[in-house]
């Protein structure tokens, strides 16, 4: 688990060095879950960390997303957005569960602050302890940097 959160964090650090747009913010998700997320810009691309908390479990999720759509619905306002990913999960807490999941994001980037909003659908697989599927939804705001 520390040598996987250690990797984690080099990735970051690493992918920082080239990165164009990077953010932080806080994840609300169904249920009682929350997750701190942290994204990665990759010029266009990105790789998004979440760190969640829900009950009695611990998750670590890493994702690599495709900006696929963008819009100016409201260029007053700001850009609205279409992402979409997939990666990896472990959940630890009554016990150990490592899986798979993708992720869809809708939201806006907001032109007179650095505030992006959006919405999520998060299907996944749990592949070790505890096989099974699920999907999970949350509402995220992030400050973008």
Do not use: C
């Amino acid at each position: 688990m520390k040598k996987f959160l250690v990797a984690l964090v080099a990735l970051f650090a690493v992918t920082a060095v080239s990165a164009q747009e990077n953010n932080v913010g806080l994840r609300v998700g169904s249920g009682t879950a929350f997750d701190l997320v942290g994204k990665v810009g990759l010029g266009g691309n990105y790789i998004e960390g979440r760190l969640g908390f829900g009950g009695n479990h611990v998750n670590i999720t890493g994702i690599y997303n495709w900006e696929i759509a963008e819009w100016n619905w409201t260029p007053s306002v700001g850009k609205w957005f279409f992402d979409a990913g997939v990666g990896g999960n472990l959940g630890v807490g009554g016990f150990v569960n490592l899986g798979v999941v993708g992720t869809a994001h809708f939201g806006i980037k907001f032109n007179g602050a650095p505030i992006d909003l959006s919405v999520d659908v998060t299907p996944g697989i749990n592949l070790i302890g505890g096989f099974g599927t699920y999907i999970g939804s949350g509402l995220s705001i992030a400050y973008r940097f």
